[in-house]
């Protein structure tokens, strides 16, 4: 009980339970698709971050509570610290809860959930729990264990444990290991327990949760026994119930029979009763249409707490075996709509309205229950006050009472058409193959069958395309039922072998609604095509009435930057007009007059290639992904605003008006993210894009599902934790066709409609499913984030295609030791649909020894996309070509494919003229009438427009649709052995050619760039302002010896120094001094590409991108020790500083980006010359001026180089001069006298010389002396 109070306020701060609650609510109205879900959850995210605050403030009361153990503090203090940071996290993430993030952040919640039901649970139990046993003759067969923290019982609300003082009910299961997996989900006995557990002192609370209306039955007088609870109740208050159970249908159900179905019953227990529903053969999706009537059911307590609170009931789902025991295949829980005898039964309460109940089995979910359940109280005047059943009860079934009338759905008559297309990669059933298969479509009682597939190897297509049956559909579209899709093998002696079966648990995709003609526009899609003219000719009467003309600008593409967004003050469309010519004129005389570089160069076309295209297009799809993150979180805001001010109401004139004009304001202050990212526009060159797709096409086109689906035949048992198996095993083929679902009659004007085939329903104008011969052409860019295969934690991949019998392997070319490979393959495969449909695309890892191994594999569907409307087989590019790099590969032309476009859809055009002029319905669309040759003369082309109204073919009316346009798509690799896990990503892209078409042209070059060799070169002449690193050993003067070093990045093995400018007293050193840096270089990526082995047992030589930068060093040299650092500095050789003229100019600014520098790139420039500042960081991290070198960068070709040969260092050919060096540069053990003359006479000459003189006094002196005394004896002496 230590920590009792604090658990108990974690529960009541906010308890698992209620955010588990939110939490399904919010995933029950995502699956309903009611509106404002997000709301939901930012009320679950609000209620959860106050709960944690509450926590906090009652935990912080109970902290110091003098009775706590250790264990008890640090969890308080744990669990504080947690909910605390997850209060905070949910008020973050409150505000990020946005309509297209919500699925991610309820996943984040889910965490919130599973942390809160940790943090609940206390880490060691002061208390022991409760156990029930159930004994038959002293054998313990079943039991149930009641945590004792839910039975705590507490004055304070918030720590009352869940469960106490409440009729609860249990489910007793077997003990030990018979309790685990399946055979422990069986109930083995059902009890209603009232469970309190308290302190002695509370006592008197212990029946406080009962039911009222009892009597108690207390221990006999005289035993001197303190008070204890009585031995039994008697109950004096018992109402009469009758229950009835409204089992309408059940569908996703587990499939518990290896058929991959079941034999379905339901068992409903209330109380101490229980019955079933019929039996229903094969099907997932039972529809029993059956009431049970629980008659003579006594419940005691008082009327209001049954009504309020009654007893839950059971449902259990059976799988019926005809040997043995029925197998348990899930259940659910459901409480019933309680009518008290004095009440009405009449809406809005009654009669009950069908609900969707979730079937568990075990944790897993399996499958839903449409049921009703209504606890009827038996009055005084007995059944008769009770509704009465309607419905015959003898029927061909039995005796079986059907859901009534006000109960069981309205019905309406539907016709469901079903398209039968064909069946793919049916899987062996018995060891036998597939061959003459058939298809049977169930719904509701009612179904159609296929025509016979006679010979399926030869052709799995079936003959007869369109076949319906009508059937009794629920009018909500909610409760429709499932769909059944059987395949079944025809074999010999009339035998029927099922291969496998498909549930479509939800029609509403396939339901046909008809267009409301009463609305504006309806036959438009209402998006019109961004970037373009778009003018409503309303008024004109050259023109008719709803008339729209997009126009393309003759200069293709169009610069962003030259159209002004203006507001039509007739319409609310913005309408994008071109600045006029003038306006531009006045722009190029500015830029003119102004001495910047011209803001967008011209690329020469030449140099041009498929892989500038692709490179460009990727950095636009950054940019584009950039942008919807930006704008994403603003339209969401802006959305809701629009909702919160749709239901304030209608604003006056006044503040819409001012409303108006603030926003305007704010557009003007704030540049957005569009401006924004339109400025670094002006200096991308003008290369025509194609579309870079980060996903698969088909998550873009909805899986090219437009009119032909995919349904998945699966057969087997579901899987289970330890039997079964997962749902990509259990799928043994496909079944391609569609469904269209429409209530009866069908609206005339559809069936009067041109060129209506009434034998085609409402599949018109689907292509006949004949085999049909295809060149399918295959480009593989590359690779990236590849799976490491090799022990080197690398790859040597390469390119593997299969597509029916075709198998290519390019092992030859593999790449080796890459895990982001540039392949830049195309292969050529001819394949026959429907046969040869599913292309796969794989990635090996290539070994020297043994076996290749699969890295991961993608797989397509061809067919899907040959069918398509979107029209998948070419992608249509951005501009028309007819030569260059980016020619027109489709060999039909754009003019061809619209005019077969408008033919399939039974669309008025296409109309052409005047020049540069077409019509399309009633959509006009103008651009460039002429086109460029390779010549450069100019001819008159339609087809610049037939292109402008392919790529708006969305905006037709009535057959529009988005067409693929020229693309790469990227697709996740995965791998049999590890499902699931992404093994790398790998872009490519699939055209389809038939092969009764004309031929296309030859296969793109996108082969990778080999890279072009250069040879730099360097020449250091000086240095300045070095730091002075050496003490004079005899002066004590500053010095150093400098040279400098220098390298390409990933060349350091190849690093060139010059020779030593010894005993630099200034700083400053001559050198002219050569380096020579050869080196491979690919210009599009601006890198440097580096082969080399990584080792000598390396098979074959490693191929690495480094960026190209040219590192310059200085250094002091040492001779008894290592050479001392000074300072260095890095130019990427693509975008570096310009050089300073002199030492003076020359600023450490110039390399840290502090002031704005002209940046200049080697591989234009060719020629640079200037002072660059060499920088080291000091103690405090920071980067400080260490010296000053000048350099002269020449760079040539390798062609260039050979032709004007020069020498490293001072060596010939073309020598430089030797430096002009002053005399103390030199080197102290190697000149010795020199070294004494420079050091004793050049520092000490004064001295020396003063030296000199005073010992030449001092000798005179001495002499003086020494011949003073004999010469005055011989004066004395007179000689």
């Known amino acids: ?71 008890d503090r640090e969890r308080l203090k744990s669990c504080m610290r947690e909910l605390e940071s997850m209060g905070q996290q949910a008020k973050t993430l409150r505000a990020q809860v946005k309509r297209h993030t919500l699925r991610d952040k309820l996943r984040l919640c889910q965490n919130f959930l599973q942390k809160l039901r940790f943090l609940a649970d206390e880490p060691q139990h002061s208390i022991p729990d409760v156990f029930i046993w159930m004994m038959s003759n002293n054998k313990r067969i079943a039991y149930a264990r009641v945590p004792s923290k839910d039975l705590l019982f507490s004055v304070v609300e918030e720590e009352l444990g869940k469960d106490c003082a409440k009729v609860k009910t249990l489910f007793l299961k077997l003990p030990g290991k018979r309790g685990f997996g399946s055979a422990g989900w069986t109930v083995q006995a059902k009890l209603e327990l009232y469970l309190w557990l308290g302190l002695s002192k509370q006592r008197k609370d212990f029946l406080c949760g009962l039911p009222c209306g009892f009597e108690e039955v207390k221990v ?30 059940a569908r996703s159900l587990f499939a518990a029979d290896s058929s991959g179905l079941s034999d379905p019953f339901a068992r409903v227990f209330f109380i101490n009763q229980s019955q079933c529903t019929e039996v229903l053969n094969e099907t997932l999706c039972p529809t029993w249409d059956q009431m049970l009537v629980f008659d003579n059911l006594e419940l005691y307590g008082e009327a209001h707490e049954l009504r309020d609170d009654p007893p839950i009931i059971v449902i259990e789902i059976y799988d019926q075996d005809t040997m043995g025991k029925a197998d348990f295949m899930g259940r659910t829980f459901a409480k019933p709509l309680v009518k008290m005898a004095d009440e009405a039964y009449c809406p809005p309460r009654f009669p009950p309205q069908l609900e969707y109940y979730q079937i568990y089995r075990g944790n897993a979910t399996a499958g839903d229950l449409l049921a009703a359940f209504e606890l009827l109280q038996i009055g005084p005047a007995g059944k008769a006050d009770l509704p009465p059943i309607n419905g015959p009860v003898d029927m061909d079934r039995g005796p079986i009472m059907p859901v009534p009338v006000g109960i069981r759905p309205v019905l309406s008559k539907y016709r469901i ?21 058939r298809v049977d479509i169930e719904c509701a009682g009612k179904g159609v069958q296929s025509s016979l597939i006679h010979n399926y190897k030869k052709n799995p297509n079936f003959n007869t395309l369109v076949k319906w049956f009508e059937v009794d559909l629920p009018e909500n579209e909610l409760l429709h039922p499932p769909l059944n899709i059987r395949v079944v093998d025809c074999r010999a002696f009339g035998r029927y072998t099922l291969v496998g079966s498909h549930a479509v648990s939800s029609l509403r995709r396939f339901i046909y609604r008809p267009p409301d003609r009463s609305a504006p526009n309806w036959n438009t899609s209402g998006r019109l095509p961004q970037g373009c003219r778009v003018l409503y000719k309303v008024g004109r009467p050259s023109r008719p009435a709803g008339e729209v003309v997009v126009n393309m600008e003759p200069e293709v593409p169009v610069k962003k930057l030259e159209t002004m967004v203006q507001l039509d003050a007739t319409s609310d469309a913005v309408v994008k007009v071109d600045v006029a010519d003038e306006e531009k004129e006045r722009r190029k005389k500015k830029k003119k007059g102004s001495s910047e570089e011209p803001e967008e160069e011209e690329p020469d076309e030449s140099m041009l290639d498929w892989w500038s295209k692709y490179f460009a297009s990727i950095d636009t799809m950054k940019e584009q992904l950039r942008q919807r993150e930006a704008s994403g979180i603003d339209l969401e805001e802006k959305e809701e605003m629009d909702n919160t001010e749709a239901l304030k109401g209608p604003m006056k004139g006044k503040e819409k008006a001012r409303a108006a004009k603030e926003e305007k304001k704010k557009r003007t202050q704030i540049p957005g993210p569009s401006q924004a990212s339109e ?32 349904f998945n035949l699966l057969r087997g048992k ?41 034998t085609y329903g409402m599949f018109q104008g689907i292509p006949s499913n004949d085999p049909i011969n295809v060149l399918v052409r295959v480009y593989v860019v590359r690779a990236t984030d590849l799976h490491p295969a090799d022990i080197n934690g690398k790859a040597d991949p390469y390119i593997a295609i299969r597509l029916g019998k075709t198998d290519i392997r390019d092992k030859e070319n593999y790449i080796s030791k890459q895990l982001n490979p540039v392949f830049g393959k195309s292969f050529d495969i001819e394949a026959s649909f429907p046969m040869e449909s599913m292309l796969t695309v794989a990635v090996y890892d290539w070994d020297l020894v043994g076996t290749d191994d699969l890295i991961g594999e993608t797989k397509i569907d061809l067919e899907n996309r040959f069918y398509s409307k ?35 859809g039974k669309v008025d055009g296409p109309h052409f003229g005047p020049p540069g002029r077409v019509k399309v319905s009633n959509r006009v669309f103008t651009g460039p009438s002429e086109i460029e040759d390779e010549n450069g003369q100019r001819k008159p082309t339609e087809e610049h427009v037939a ?23 990227t697709r996740p690799l995965l791998n049999p052995d590890k499902p699931g896990i992404e093994q790398g990503r790998l872009e490519l892209w699939v055209d389809m050619f038939p092969m009764d078409m004309p031929a296309p042209g030859t296969p793109l070059d996108i082969s990778p760039r080999k890279p072009k060799k250069y040879e730099l070169r360097v020449i250091v002449w000086n240095t300045d302002e070095v730091v002075l690193e050496d003490d004079d050993f005899f002066t004590g003067e500053k010095s150093s010896d400098i040279f400098v070093r220098g390298w390409l990045k990933g060349q350091q093995e190849d690093k060139q120094d010059t020779d030593v400018h010894y005993h630099s007293l200034t700083g400053e050193g001559n050198f002219n001094w050569r380096y020579l840096f050869p080196f491979d270089y690919l210009a599009a990526e601006e890198k440097i590409v580096i082969s080399r082995k990584e080792s000598m047992f390396s098979w074959d030589e490693t191929q690495y991108k480094i960026p190209a930068r040219l590192t310059l060093q200085i250094w002091d040299a040492d001779h008894f020790s290592a050479d001392d650092f000074l300072g260095a500095i890095e130019l990427d050789l693509n975008r570096f500083p310009r050089g300073a003229k002199t030492a003076k100019q020359c600023t450490m600014e110039m390399a840290t980006g502090d002031v704005d520098v002209p940046l200049v790139s080697i591989f234009k420039q060719k020629r640079v010359k200037g002072w660059w500042p060499l920088l080291a960081r000091n103690e405090n991290d920071e980067f400080e001026l260490t010296g000053k070198v000048e350099a002269e960068l020449h760079l040539l070709t390798a062609e260039e180089a050979e032709k004007n040969p020069v020498g490293l260092a001072r060596n010939e050919p073309d020598p430089l001069e030797k430096p002009n060096r002053p005399d103390t540069s030199f080197i102290w053990f190697l000149n010795p006298l020199k070294s004494a003359h420079y050091f004793l006479w050049h520092t000490y000459r004064w001295l020396l010389l003063k030296l000199l003189l005073l010992a030449l006094l001092l000798l005179l002196l001495a002499l003086f002396l020494y011949s003073v005394p004999g010469y005055l004896v011989r004066k004395i002496l007179g000689a």
């Open 417 to 437: 058409e079903v398209l039968f297309w064909g069946l793919r990669d049916l899987k062996r059933v018995n060891l036998a193959q597939v061959d003459r298969p």
């Open 220 to 249: 006999a007088q005289g035993l001197s026994l303190p008070s204890f609870p009585p031995i039994s109740l008697v109950y004096t208050k018992k109402q009469a119930f009758q229950l009835r159970a409204h089992m309408y249908q």
């Open 679 to 710: 400025v670094p526009e002006k200096k991308k060159p003008k290369i025509d894009e194609l579309k870079v797709y980060p996903k698969e096409l088909e998550a873009e086109f909805d899986n090219f599902e437009d009119w032909l689906h995919t």
């Open 947 to 969: 292109l402008l109204a392919l790529r708006h073919w969305e905006d037709i009316p009535r057959v529009g649709c988005r067409l693929v346009p020229e693309h790469v798509e």
């Open 1 to 71: 009980m230590k920590g009792g109070r604090y658990l108990g306020s974690l529960k009541g701060a906010h308890t698992p339970g209620s955010q588990e609650e939110g939490l399904n609510d919010v995933q029950e109205m995502i699956k309903t698709e009611k509106s404002y879900p997000e709301r939901r959850l930012r009320g679950v995210l609000e209620e959860l971050s106050c709960g944690c605050y509450r926590f906090l403030s009652l935990a912080d009361k109970d902290q110091g509570h003098s009775s706590r153990t250790r264990l």
């Open 870 to 904: 979107h029209r998948a087989t070419c992608g249509i590019a951005q501009t028309y070509s007819i030569h260059g790099y980016n020619i027109w590969r489709d060999p039909m032309k754009p003019s061809q494919i619209l005019t077969r476009l408008c033919k399939e």
């Open 718 to 758: 579901t899987g289970d934790d330890e039997d079964g198996s997962t749902e990509e095993e259990r799928i043994v083929g496909r079944f391609k066709g569609s469904l269209c679902v429409y209530k009866v009659p069908l609206p005339e004007d559809v069936s009067r409609e041109a060129g209506y085939d009434p």
